[in-house]
């Protein structure tokens, strides 16, 4: 290939590339333009909610994770925010909001304290408008992101039966109090087992038991030896690390920014918008 094909190459990329983004633009800008050519008002805004780390992995890829939101739906306004260890604060956030609508979508994967209590108490001392969607978790997007993690990490999508006989999986949970939260990770472990045919045994991290290392040994105990651990963390951190470290066979990276989770993301938004019981208004006193 010559110099000069290159360059023509390259010059196609490019121009390909700006006539995306004019398009998304475009799309965008007429989306708000109803048929009688009157303007629509902004859809609310959505805010994603992270919990937050100390490790730099971690908002690395919510931030990515949010180029992949607004690149399924071009000229929607997405915001970050995090209950402690990062900023932007999800109370700074909502604050720079003033009194616009928005949606705040938990990167959490269970019912617990953080979806019960703080964060509603974190809304409800903003200005502005909000709804507060469900938690991530359980649905099927996260099967479908969890069995992908897996086939990376080594896992194979056919096996005989004697290998399937002496499979099992540990699904890696941070953990909670909440019993509620331990009833969602039951189910997505539920899912998963259904899709992958063997034995799928949450674990976790902190707080709640089985721990995972436990875990582990009571599967080897009952012959299944061929152990994979199933990060179910939606980035990288110390949990998931230490999850990791206790693998007897593969272990499989968090969650991250498969597409299916920024369409997960959008699916929760959208169902708080046309869920009343979600709706989380704050009534502002009269001067």
């Not at 196609?12 to 004019?22: G, K, Q, V």
């Not at 994967?109 to 502005?128: N, T, V």
């Not at 599967?219 to 179910?232: C, E, K, N, V």
């Not at 991250?256 to 979600?278: C, F, I, K, N």
Request: aromatic share 2%; hydrophobic share 40%; glycine share 4%.
């Amino acid at each position: 290939m010559t110099a000069t094909t290159s360059k023509s190459n390259a010059d196609l990329d490019s121009t390909a590339h700006i006539m995306n983004r004019i398009t998304h633009q475009l799309a965008s800008q007429l989306s708000l333009v109803s048929r009688d050519g009157t303007r629509r008002p902004a859809p609310p805004a959505l805010v994603l909610v992270a919990h937050g780390s100390r490790d730099p992995r971690a908002l690395a890829t919510v931030r990515t994770l949010m180029d992949r939101v607004r690149e399924q739906r071009p000229g929607l306004a997405v915001h970050l925010g995090h209950i402690e260890l990062n900023e932007p604060l999800l109370p700074d956030t909502l604050a720079a909001l003033g009194d616009r609508e928005a949606v705040l979508v938990p990167l959490l994967l269970s019912r617990g304290y953080h979806i019960k209590q703080d964060i509603p108490e974190m809304a409800a001392a903003a200005e502005a408008r909000t709804r507060l969607a469900a938690p991530l978790g359980p649905h099927p997007l996260l099967v479908e992101t969890l069995h992908t993690r897996l086939v990376e990490a080594g896992w194979r999508t056919r096996m005989d039966d004697a290998t399937r006989r002496t499979s099992a999986v540990v699904l890696a949970a941070a953990g909670s109090r909440d019993p509620e939260s331990k009833v969602d990770t039951g189910r997505t472990a539920h899912l998963l087992a259904e899709r992958l045919g063997v034995p799928v045994v949450p674990a976790y991290a902190t707080t709640a038991a089985p721990d995972v290392p436990d875990t582990v040994r009571a599967l080897t105990a009952r012959g299944r030896t061929r152990i994979a651990i199933a990060s179910y963390f939606t980035a990288p951190g110390r949990f998931a690390t230490e999850c990791a470290e206790a693998a007897p066979w593969i272990a499989s990276a968090p969650l991250g920014t498969h597409p299916a989770m920024a369409s997960l993301v959008l699916h929760r938004y959208d169902q708080a918008l046309t869920t009343p019981e979600a709706t989380r208004e704050r009534t502002l006193a009269s001067a």
